[in-house]
Each structure stands twice: as C-alpha cells, then as structure tokens.
C-alpha cells in the first residue's frame, strides 16, 4: 500500500475524492486543479519559490490541489529547446486544448 497517490490532470478530480474518502490514511494529490474548479474553499498554502501551489482540492483532508504556473515550465522548456535545435525553429505540440496545456505551449 501507497502512502500518497497522486493524479496528473483533473479528469481525476471525482475518482481521487471518491477514493480519498474510504482510504483516511492514504495522502492523494491530483496535478492542475484549483480552489476554484475543484470546491468552494480556498488555498491553503503556496511551496517558497512560488512555482507550485497545493490547495485544499475538496473530498477530505487527505486531498490536496497541486498547480504549478505552466508558462514559466514552457517558457524554460522553450530556452532549452532553442539552445539545442540547429535550425533554430521550435513546434509545440500539446494534446488536449484546456488552460494548463494552453499556457504551458505559450510559455
């Protein structure tokens, strides 16, 4: 058994809140979910360099949001491939159109 699970993305909102609530001793977090979309109650704290922040995610007190700011990851993923890439032009291509991948490609 796990002491933490943690979902990437926040089709797993539902499924980690139902599970969370049968399994108390277990940690769950769930990746780019927020106060906002996930409840009504508001963040809790915010990690010291400000580039991830947990939040309360609803579901118990085992569950916690976790978002980073997208557009910073990008826009170091962007130095990165410039520096690389010998013809010096770079492509995203980034799945599924919704507000993390949105500003993670225009980082």
């Known amino acids: 058994m796990s002491d933490m699970v943690i979902g990437f993305g926040f089709e797993w909102t539902a499924s980690i809140r139902d599970v969370s609530t049968c399994h108390n001793s277990i940690e769950f977090g769930i990746i780019d979910v927020t106060a906002e979309v ?3 109650r508001v963040m809790v704290g915010e990690a010291p360099t400000g580039f991830c922040q947990m939040q309360d ?5 085992n569950v916690a949001g976790v978002t980073f700011k997208e557009d ?8 990165i491939g410039g520096y690389v890439s010998v013809s010096k032009k770079l492509h995203v291509v980034a799945g599924v159109e919704n507000p993390p991948v949105v500003k993670y490609a225009n980082g």
């Open 57 to 61: 995610a609803g579901g118990g007190d």
């Open 38 to 40: 996930s409840s009504d």
């Open 72 to 79: 910073e990851a990008g826009f170091l993923a962007g130095i």
